[in-house]
């Protein structure tokens, strides 16, 4: 999207062409502003209104005529800068407009929970509005700092170059460790990259996080001693961030090198924190993330990425979740493009794989990819590992 300079009520006006064109600058500077697109669903009658009003609940939550103060309407109040007619599917209703708003980064406080909310907060609770995309100042985007690995970094971890990387994860929740930790011992045999554990295992009885974490890493170092290989333990965390944190020492101590988290489910500003202290590449999972009514490649392509996410694991098209081919590719493309000189975050397509259908993934994804299979090999039963052997070799593009 083209920046648009930021513009009062009072400078703007619905242009004969069906768009919204704004005014001049009123500040000068770019790097004070993000641009967040909003795919509201309205009549061309209401959308101004409508768009002023979201301007003013994602800045100061109050009427104009309640704030005085001349920093405040110059600088904190969100503006109206563009509004056009939408192309695609509008999210429960036909009719709908693409609308600008030009929102100060002051009101962030540069922290990653707030961001959440003055992008979307208060409007997330109307059903007539969705947050399709934002364009972020350099600096402002920098600071977050981004994944501390990415695809480079997980590739070293896991010895895997020159090709896609494999990942599994561990299931059903209800086994013991002892169980999970066999599973565990099968994949590594057979070759694959990352085992993550399922985001459902947390802290329950039946297996610990302390001791499920002890019987995994140790069936995986044992197995990598057999074959020579380098596959990688990512244990999910769970809880508030101090247990996390304590979770993130235990593992290390097993000997960890990577973690998965959910970052809508424990927080982003969680994830940004642990980032900061796990000295480990981050797996970012999307449960949750449906509910946010945020466009997927904004939501785990591109902000998970700044807020620090190393993977982002996304639902594939053509599995059991609706996203489209265009929706991953777009997933994909946020997550690993140059932005801001983040470095990029490998994408994840999951959901309903099989190993049939790794020679298309391979094909829609490219190299920097990790394909995630986890149920579908564990349905072989007594042929897991056989199983576990042909999605390696599909992805490594050899043949059994």
């Given at each position: 999207m083209s920046p648009?300079?930021?513009?009062?009520?009072?400078d703007?006006?619905?242009?004969q062409?069906?768009g919204?064109?704004?005014?001049g600058?009123?500040?000068?500077?770019?790097g004070?502003w993000i641009?967040a697109?909003?795919?509201?669903?309205?009549?061309?009658?209401?959308i101004e209104?409508?768009?002023?009003?979201?301007?003013?609940?994602?800045?100061i939550e109050?009427?104009?005529?309640a704030?005085?103060?001349?920093?405040?309407?110059?600088?904190?109040?969100?503006?109206?800068?563009d509004?056009?007619?939408?192309?695609?599917?509008?999210?429960?209703?036909?009719?709908?407009?693409?609308?600008?708003?030009?929102i100060?980064?002051?009101?962030?406080?540069?922290?990653?929970?707030?961001?959440?909310?003055?992008?979307?907060?208060n409007?997330?609770l109307?059903d007539?509005v969705?947050?399709?995309?934002a364009t972020f100042?350099?600096?402002?985007?920098?600071?977050?700092?981004?994944?501390?690995?990415?695809?480079?970094?997980i590739r070293?971890?896991a010895g895997?170059?020159?090709?896609?990387?494999?990942?599994s994860?561990?299931?059903?929740?209800?086994?013991?460790?002892?169980?999970l930790?066999?599973i565990?011992?099968?994949?590594?045999l057979?070759?694959i990259?990352v085992?993550?554990?399922?985001?459902?295992?947390a802290?329950q009885?039946?297996?610990?996080?302390?001791q499920?974490?002890r019987?995994v890493?140790?069936?995986v170092e044992?197995?990598n001693?057999?074959t020579g290989g380098r596959?990688v333990?990512?244990?999910?965390?769970?809880?508030?961030?101090g247990?996390?944190?304590e979770?993130?020492?235990?593992?290390r101590?097993?000997?960890v090198?990577?973690f998965l988290?959910?970052?809508?489910?424990a927080?982003?500003?969680t994830?940004?924190?642990?980032?900061?202290?796990?000295?480990?590449?981050i797996i970012?999972?999307?449960a949750?993330?449906?509910a946010?009514?945020?466009?997927?490649?904004?939501?785990?392509?591109?902000?998970?990425r700044m807020?620090?996410?190393?993977?982002?694991?996304?639902?594939?098209?053509g599995?059991?979740?609706?996203y489209?081919q265009?929706?991953?590719n777009?997933i994909?493309?946020?997550?690993r493009?140059?932005?801001?000189?983040?470095?990029?975050a490998?994408?994840?397509?999951?959901?309903?794989?099989?190993v049939e259908?790794?020679?298309?993934?391979?094909?829609?994804?490219g190299v920097d990819?990790?394909?995630?299979?986890?149920?579908?090999?564990?349905a072989?039963?007594?042929?897991?590992?056989?199983r576990?052997?042909?999605f390696?070799?599909?992805?490594?593009?050899?043949?059994?």
């Open positions: 648009v300079a930021p513009a009062s009520p009072q703007r006006s619905i242009a062409d069906g919204t064109k704004a005014g600058d009123a500040d000068g500077d770019p004070r641009d697109v909003y795919r509201v669903r309205a009549g061309p009658a209401d209104a409508r768009a002023q009003a979201i301007a003013l609940e994602q800045s109050a009427p104009l005529a704030v005085d103060d001349a920093r405040v309407l110059r600088e904190v109040v969100a503006r109206v800068t509004i056009v007619p939408a192309t695609g599917v509008v999210p429960a209703g036909p009719q709908g407009f693409d609308v600008t708003i030009r100060a980064v002051e009101t962030t406080g540069h922290e990653a929970g707030q961001l959440l909310n003055m992008l979307f907060g409007t997330s109307h007539d969705a947050l399709v995309d100042p350099p600096a402002f985007a920098q600071a977050f700092g981004g994944p501390a690995f990415g695809i480079s970094g070293e971890l895997a170059t020159g090709r896609p990387l494999t990942c994860a561990l299931k059903p929740q209800g086994l013991p460790a002892a169980a930790a066999s565990a011992r099968t994949f590594a057979a070759g990259d085992i993550k554990d399922d985001h459902g295992l802290d009885a039946a297996a610990p996080f302390a499920r974490v019987a890493q140790g069936a044992r197995a001693r057999e596959t333990y990512a244990p999910s965390l769970s809880g508030h961030l247990s996390m944190r979770q993130v020492a235990h593992a101590d097993c000997g090198r990577m988290v959910a970052p809508m489910i927080g982003v500003a994830l940004a924190a642990l980032v900061r202290g796990a000295n480990a590449p970012a999972h999307p949750l993330a449906g946010a009514r945020i466009a997927p490649p904004l939501l785990l392509g591109r902000l998970f807020f620090g996410a190393d993977a982002t694991i996304f639902p594939n098209a599995g059991r979740f609706a489209s265009a929706t991953c777009a994909a493309g946020a997550a493009e140059p932005w801001h000189d983040l470095a990029p490998l994408p994840v397509p999951a959901g309903g794989m099989s259908q790794v020679p298309g993934i391979r094909a829609q994804f990819t990790m394909l995630l299979i986890g149920g579908s090999l564990l072989a039963g007594d042929r897991l590992a056989e576990c052997r042909d390696v070799a599909a992805v490594h593009g050899a043949t059994r």
